[in-house]
C-alpha cells in the first residue's frame, strides 16, 4: 500500500524568510497530492493541491512542486509570516479509484520567529 | 451546503470501558467516510474507511472497529479500551471519486 513519508517534523524560520517541506510517496499509481494545514486546536483544512500531470501550482505565498519520476513533492511557503505557524500534512490517494483511502505524512510544525 | 458532525469533543474514560465515537454528514449523499487518530505530536493515521453502507477497509489492525450503519453515519467503536487508544481522533468526508477531503472538529479522547 502507500506510504508517505515527510520531513522535517519541526521547521523553525524567522519571520519574511521561505520555509520548504518535503515529502516522498511510494505507490506509483497515486495521481493526486494535497497539503493540510492544521492550525493549533482546529481541524486539518485544505491548502493547496497538485495532480500528476502538473509539475508546479502556486497559489499567491504557497506552491507546490511534484517530481513523479523521484515520487517525491514539496510545499514551498515565501515571506513567511506569524500566521503561518501550524502543522503542516502532505498526503497522497488515487481519488477516482474504488480504493479511495488518502494516506498522510507524519505532519510538519512549523514555527515562524518574528 | 453540506456539514460534518464529530461528537463527543472532549471524552475521558477508563481503561477496559467501551468506546463509540459517531460522525454524521449532511447535504451530500453516499460520501467516502474516514477515521484517522492523530497522537500527540503524530501525524494523521487512516484507521478506516467506508465508500457505502456496511462497506468496511481496516487500515491498521487495532483495538477498535468502525461501522455504516447508514449512508450518512460512521462510528467508531472499542470494547475494551487501552491506555494506548489515547489521542485525537477525526472524522472526515469527500464526494465520492472527489479530491478534497473534510474533516470534522475531532475528539480528543484520554484513556486512564
Known amino acids: 500500500g502507500e506510504n508517505v513519508e515527510q520531513h522535517p517534523s519541526t521547521l523553525s524560520v524567522q519571520e519574511g524568510d521561505s520555509a520548504v517541506i518535503k515529502c516522498t510517496y511510494s505507490d506509483s499509481a497515486s495521481n493526486y497530492f494535497p497539503w493540510y494545514k492544521q492550525e493549533l486546536g482546529k481541524r486539518p483544512q485544505l491548502i493547496i493541491d497538485?495532480?500528476?500531470?502538473?509539475g508546479e501550482k502556486k497559489d499567491q505565498r504557497i506552491a507546490v512542486t511534484l517530481n513523479k519520476t523521484a515520487k517525491h513533492f514539496s510545499l514551498h511557503i515565501t515571506e513567511t509570516q506569524p500566521e503561518d505557524s501550524a502543522v503542516y500534512f502532505c498526503a497522497a490517494s488515487k481519488p477516482h479509484s474504488s480504493a479511495s483511502k488518502i494516506i498522510f505524512g507524519s505532519g510538519t510544525r512549523l514555527s515562524i520567529r518574528p | 451546503s453540506q456539514t460534518i458532525h464529530q461528537w463527543p469533543a472532549t471524552l475521558v474514560q477508563p481503561v477496559g470501558s467501551p468506546l463509540s465515537l459517531e460522525c454524521t454528514v449532511e447535504g451530500t449523499s453516499n460520501p467516502n467516510l474516514y477515521w484517522y487518530r492523530q497522537a500527540a505530536g503524530r501525524g494523521l493515521q487512516l484507521l478506516f474507511y467506508s465508500v457505502g453502507i456496511g462497506q468496511i477497509s481496516s487500515e491498521v489492525p487495532q483495538n477498535l472497529s468502525a461501522s455504516r450503519p447508514q449512508d450518512r453515519q460512521f462510528i467508531l467503536s472499542s470494547k475494551k479500551l487501552l491506555l494506548s487508544d489515547s489521542g485525537f481522533y477525526l472524522c472526515a468526508w469527500k464526494r465520492e471519486f472527489a479530491s478534497e477531503l473534510f474533516f470534522g472538529s475531532g475528539t480528543q479522547l484520554s484513556v486512564l
Open positions: 497538485i495532480r500528476s500531470n502538473v
